[in-house]
């Protein structure tokens, strides 16, 4: 009995110096924290431990800042995903706004294209230059009638009034085509309206009317003075008539076939001096017999030196 006490005190004084022991090792390290004896750690084992706690602030603070200043890359990923898709609206709205301003412009404009109503006239008929050569011309054929008059009571025509005759008798012809023009025009909004053509046609008419009254007096005094110049142009060449030189007078006979597309007419003059001439149509010369029947050939220009033709044709 009593040894087994004494072992068991044995026991307890050796596990006490064990303990002893462990805590006066200098080189001890405790196992979570910082360890002190029991008459304090001191200012080296304070400064430590505030060191340490400061470090451990400072790196939980790095820590804290690092993951909200520098995003992971799915955060990136998003937050570049999210611009792009800003962006897109933001371009796709832009574009969408243009379309809308454009369409509503050209909604908003009003086109025209000519309508099929027309109206035509001839330049000329507008024109006071030509309403006044028109006037002389009318006085120049009324002279070739009386010419032509005369010359039907005269055996022999001086080569003068003959001269006169041919030189009244060239036309003037003028040439030129219609001018068609639209009247109205068809436009987007559903209205119509002169086109701008058919309105300077208009005033240009009414301008023409007003004033045509006067122009027709003009024209009315330029044809009687002509006719009057004419008139003493023949008169004074028939009193200077000379025999020698007067035109014999023909009279013209046609005659022309009533069917055939290749058919021509044959013009025959009967002169008063006895000769007949015939000449084919197309042909510029004429074959004339006299009374003894001989027969000679002229142009048209040396016939008309020595006959004179009551009619042309």
């Known amino acids: 009995?009593?040894?087994?006490?004494?072992?068991?005190?044995?026991?307890?004084?050796?596990?006490?110096?064990?303990?002893?022991?462990?805590?006066?090792?200098?080189?001890?390290?405790?196992?979570?924290?910082?360890?002190?004896?029991p008459e304090g750690c001191g200012e080296f084992e304070q400064s430590s431990s505030s060191d340490a706690l400061?470090?451990?602030?400072?790196?939980?603070?790095?820590?804290?800042?690092?993951?909200?200043?520098?995003?992971?890359?799915?955060?990136?990923?998003?937050?570049?995903?999210?611009?792009?898709?800003?962006?897109?609206?933001?371009?796709?709205?832009s574009s969408s706004s243009s379309e809308l301003a454009n369409s509503s412009s050209s909604a908003g404009e009003v086109t025209c294209a000519p309508g099929d109503s027309?109206?035509?006239y001839y330049p000329p008929s507008y024109s006071a230059d030509i309403a006044k050569m028109n006037a002389e011309e009318k006085a120049k054929h009324a002279s070739v009638?009386?010419?032509?008059?005369?010359?039907?009571?005269?055996?022999?025509?001086?080569?003068?009034?003959?001269?006169?005759?041919?030189?009244?008798?060239?036309?003037?012809?003028?040439?030129?085509?219609?001018?068609?023009?639209?009247?109205?025009?068809?436009?987007s909004d559903g209205t119509t309206r002169p086109t701008q053509e058919y309105l300077?046609?208009?005033?240009?008419?009414?301008?023409?009317e007003k004033n045509k009254p006067a122009l027709d007096e003009e024209?009315?005094?330029?044809?009687?003075?002509?006719?009057?110049?004419?008139?003493?142009?023949v008169k004074e060449c028939l009193?200077?008539?000379n025999p020698n030189t007067d035109l014999t007078v023909c009279d013209l006979d046609a005659m022309c076939p009533e069917y055939g597309v290749d058919s021509k007419c044959t013009y025959k003059y009967t002169c008063n001096d006895g000769v007949t001439c015939r000449r084919t149509e197309g042909d510029t010369n004429m074959v004339c017999t006299d009374k003894q029947g001989e027969k000679t050939t002229y142009t048209r220009n040396e016939f008309n030196k020595k006959y004179y033709t009551k009619e042309n044709y």
Not at 24 to 29: I, L, S, W
Not at 200 to 208: G, I, P, S, V
Not at 219 to 233: P, R, V
Request: proline share 3%; with cysteine; hydrophobic share 35%.
């Open 1 to 37: 009995m009593n040894i087994r006490k004494h072992w068991k005190n044995l026991l307890l004084t050796t596990t006490a110096f064990f303990w002893a022991g462990c805590h006066y090792v200098d080189d001890a390290q405790p196992l979570y924290g910082v360890y002190c004896p």
């Open 54 to 93: 400061a470090n451990s602030s400072s790196e939980a603070e790095t820590s804290s800042s690092s993951e909200i200043n520098v995003p992971s890359s799915s955060s990136v990923v998003e937050s570049s995903s999210s611009e792009s898709v800003s962006s897109s609206s933001s371009e796709a709205i």
């Open 118 to 120: 027309t109206v035509s």
């Open 145 to 187: 009638s009386k010419i032509d008059s005369i010359s039907n009571t005269l055996q022999t025509v001086p080569q003068c009034l003959a001269n006169l005759r041919q030189e009244l008798d060239m036309f003037v012809a003028l040439y030129g085509a219609p001018v068609r023009l639209h009247k109205d025009e068809v436009c």
């Open 200 to 208: 300077d046609y208009l005033k240009m008419k009414d301008e023409w």
């Open 219 to 233: 024209c009315q005094k330029i044809y009687e003075d002509k006719l009057k110049e004419i008139e003493q142009t």
């Open 239 to 241: 009193a200077t008539s």
